[in-house]
């Protein structure tokens, strides 16, 4: 499955943005999928993460209660809603699918989009 995000950009600090992620040759039905980012110089890190056939999600520690992951069924489009937006949030971000349960290692998933830049100024 490839995948495309999309959505990011320029905000300031304590403002919103919602990336979206949809895949080509393949429905998400199958699919656990996840957010990360990676800021230059840093390894790729796991933001959220929402298995697509129930309720489990899983959350970084820096984004709980500030983001979160939604799928939706009709448009095989998984989004990550990102409020309250900090300076450090700013970072490419990426979305990613695997089979199976969810995970935050970033290794186990198998198929990424390209990224897309969030930027928030101070």
């Known amino acids: 499955v490839q995948l495309q995000a999309s959505g990011g950009g320029l905000v300031q600090a304590g403002e919103s943005l919602r990336l979206s992620c949809t895949p080509s040759g393949d429905t998400f039905r199958r699919y656990t999928v996840g957010w990360f980012r990676q800021v230059p110089g840093n390894e790729r890190e796991f933001v959220a993460a929402?298995?697509?056939?129930?309720?489990?999600?899983n959350y970084a520690d820096s984004v709980k209660g500030r983001f979160t992951i939604l799928r939706d069924n009709a448009r095989n489009t998984v989004y990550l809603q990102m409020n309250s937006l900090k300076p450090e949030d700013a970072a490419v971000y990426y979305c990613a699918a695997k089979t199976g349960l969810a995970t935050t290692i970033t290794n186990n998933y198998a198929y990424w989009g390209q990224g897309t830049q969030v930027t928030v100024s101070s």
């Open positions: 929402a298995r697509w056939n129930d309720n489990m999600k």
